[in-house]
Every structure is written in C-alpha cells, then in structure tokens.
C-alpha cells in the first residue's frame, strides 16, 4: 500500500446506502469526536528519522503530505467510494481538475479520444482544444446516435468521455450501449455524472470504468466550495492517476473535503427533494403553455423519457427552458425574477438559472451552439429546494411580465 492512502475506515459489509453516506467512511481521532473532524494540516511528524524513511520507501502505511493524501479528505473520498460502488476514489480541487486528470494520467501522444458532443464548457475546452496540442486525435461526436459512437470507435480509441444527462439541453446516453462499444474498440469510459449525481445513477454498474464529478455541484449542493472526484478500479488509480495527482498536485484542499463529508450525509435526502420540485416545475412549465420546449428526462414528452427511467433513479434538479422570441426575451425574463436567481452554478438549495448561450456556451460558434441545441431562447434552471409554489408563482409572474403569453393545455 502506498503512503497515499489512508487506513481504511469505517463502514461494515451491509449497510445500507443512507447508512454509509451519513458514517462511512468516518475514522475517530484520539479525542472521540461525534463529527468528522477537520484535518487542517498540509504534513505530518515523524517519532523516528527510520519512521520517515519507512514512509517515504511505501513499507508502512500513514500519511506523508497532504498532496498526496489527508484524513480529512480520505473520509470523504472513502465515504463517496462507498456510495459509488467503486474500488478507488481521489478528491481533486474542482470538477474540472477531476476531469482533465482523469484524462491526462492514460493518455499519451498518438493516443485517440471519442466523445460525445454535448459536454459542459470547459469540459469540451479540454477535448476539443488542450489534448490535440499533445498529439492526441479527439473527436466529437452525437452521444446520442450509436451509429455515430460505431463509426468514430471503428479506428480504435484509448478513451471514451461521455456527460449524460448533458448540460444544458439534458440528452440522455445509453450508457450500457456505449460501453459495449468502447469495450469492443479497446477504449475504456469515462463518465461525468454530475447532472445525475451518484445517488440517482450508477455508470460503474452499467460497465463504465471511471467517473468522475465536480462535487461543487449537488454534493456541496449549498453553493460554498469546489471539489471534484474521481471514482474507478485500484490498479487504474495505482497505476495511471496516482503518479499524476502525487506530482501534480490537483489534490482537494481539507477544509473543502470537510464541508463535502458532510454534505453527503444529506445528499440522498436533497436528491429527492431536487427531482419532487423540478418534476413539479417542469409540468407546471409544459401545462402553462406558451414556452417552445421544456426539457426534463423525467416528462413523458422528453425524447428519451424510456432511457432515462432505465438508467436513472430520478430526473434530477435541472430543467432547460426555450422561450420564443430569443434572447430579448430570455433576457426580460431573466430579469424579471425575483427569487430565483441569475448564476451559472448549479445543483443548489437555492434556485439558479442561466442563459448558456450568453454565459457557460458563450465560447462556442454559433455554429457548434446551433448543432448543440443551444438556442437564443434557452435557458437553464437549477431547480433548487425552496417550496416548489414559490418558484411556481416567481416564474409565472417573470413569465407574464416579460411577455410570455399562457396558452391552456387542450
Ligand atoms: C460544473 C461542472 C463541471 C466542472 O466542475 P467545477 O467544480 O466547476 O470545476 C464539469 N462537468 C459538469 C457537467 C459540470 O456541471
């Protein structure tokens, strides 16, 4: 065992999910404090110069240097481990850290990459714009057509990446599907699963190899810190993703790893809170009429609604919008709301909402906005976990005023 890693920690055979996110994971110290406690520590002291040099040579088992590892952070990474049914997990210090170590740790010169097209921002920066500089083919693709995801694997590819639901237009991937591919062209999968979040779906159970989350989102889920994470089997984070995070340095700060222990312990509750208010203001949307589409995996009019109930527990906090009219419009009605509030974070208690094209998707072409579905007239709601009639009657009376006609539903 290398000096990265933490003795293992609470948690027994058998327990069940909510068990495990409120107290596994959680190793005591000397003081037998009822919550985790916060580690704030970036080394650790020797009793002896040959305990030091045991460390450093990996013959025993304790912490070395908070790069490398920290209790603080072990008992989240172990906590959402256990969550995740996975071997391994690394905290890094957002999402996007998780994300480009995830990738760069396998990857190398000559190497292909197949993705799917519909990716967060930075996500697609990272695909489409940092590999190929290091001579790395990527290519984006519709996560959504097979054949698409058939035809781009057909030359072989080391890695696969893939969002789903995606951001912000919420298309579903078949995800059982696209592992089958990838597995057959060599390629292993890496999923980022921030918009289902690991309480409402499982890629590693579906054949998936590597997920990874920006645990800014619905893991915090009160808008406070960042933190990213990266969950897959121990000889892939042995081998590829350990010597990269020890000499990199993406590692996840203890006080963030302490805020995000105890935002698990909530998480299942805040999930199901999430999904009982979105669904009710995204019907409430689609009934008012009015709107051109409302996008949520859960309505029965999404174009994927069967796939979604297959590999989701739930449709999750996020419904996309388009109103007619573009972006006057969008923008009126932005600015008409009164509780929900404009940012372009997400998976909030509080509600956010935000116009991807002008902010999260500005970068893109018009063009590639375009292929995306991204329109002038989208817009993207983090439903959050105030009472669903308050953010009813805020959206209603935004609505009205900026010129949003209702139409009854036949
Ligand atoms: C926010 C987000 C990220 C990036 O996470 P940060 O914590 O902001 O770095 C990556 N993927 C998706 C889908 C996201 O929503």
Not at 164 to 170: H, K
Not at 234 to 262: C, I, Q, Y
Not at 336 to 353: E, F, Q
Not at 384 to 395: K, N, Q
Request: aromatic share 6%.
């Amino acid at each position: 065992m290398s000096a990265s890693d933490k003795p293992r920690p609470a948690g027994r055979p058998g327990w069940r999910q909510q068990t495990e996110l409120v107290r596994g994971g959680q190793v005591r110290g000397p003081f037998d404090e009822t919550a985790e406690a916060l580690y704030l520590t970036s080394g650790y002291v020797y009793g002896s110069a040959e305990e030091a040099e045991a460390a450093f040579k990996q013959e025993i088992d304790r912490f070395v240097y908070s790069r490398y590892g920290n209790p603080t952070v072990g008992m989240f990474e172990d906590r959402l481990r256990r969550l995740e049914g996975a071997e391994e997990c690394r905290a890094t210090a957002s999402g996007m850290a998780a994300v480009f170590a995830s990738l760069i740790c396998q990857l190398k010169a000559g190497d292909r990459v197949v993705a799917s097209r519909a990716l967060f921002g930075s996500c697609e920066f990272i695909i489409a714009q940092i590999l190929p500089r290091f001579g790395i083919e990527t290519v984006l693709i519709d996560g959504t057509d097979l054949t698409a995801w058939e035809q781009a694997l057909a030359p072989g590819a080391a890695c696969v990446f893939l969002e789903t639901p995606s951001n912000p237009t919420l298309e579903v991937i078949d995800l059982a599907a696209v592992v089958e591919l990838a597995h057959a062209a060599g390629a292993r999968v890496i999923v980022d699963n921030v918009f289902a979040s690991p309480v409402l779906q499982k890629p590693l159970a579906l054949g998936a190899d590597i997920v990874v989350y920006s645990a800014t989102k619905h893991i915090d889920g009160q808008g406070r810190c960042m933190g990213g994470a990266i969950l897959a089997s121990k000889a892939f984070v042995d081998e590829h993703l350990v010597p990269l995070m020890r000499h990199t340095g993406p590692s996840m700060s203890p006080f963030n790893a302490w805020v995000l222990v105890k935002g698990l312990e909530t998480l299942s509750l805040r999930m199901a809170a999430h999904c009982d208010n979105a669904v009710k203001v995204a019907r409430y949307l689609e009934g008012r009429g009015g709107i051109r589409r409302v996008l949520y995996p859960s309505l029965e009019s999404h174009p994927q609604r069967a796939l979604a109930q297959r590999q989701m527990t739930g449709g999750g906090s996020i419904v996309a919008i388009e109103l007619e009219g573009g972006k006057s419009t969008a923008f009126r009605f932005l600015n008409a709301l009164r509780l929900v509030d404009i940012s372009n974070n997400l998976g909030d208690a509080k509600s956010l909402i935000t116009h991807p094209a002008t902010t999260t998707h500005q970068r893109l072409t018009p063009e590639s906005r375009a292929e995306l579905g991204i329109t002038d007239g989208l817009l993207r709601l983090s439903v959050g976990l105030e009472d669903a009639d308050d953010l009813i009657e805020d959206l209603e009376q935004a609505l009205t005023t900026s010129g949003v006609t209702a139409i009854a539903a036949q």
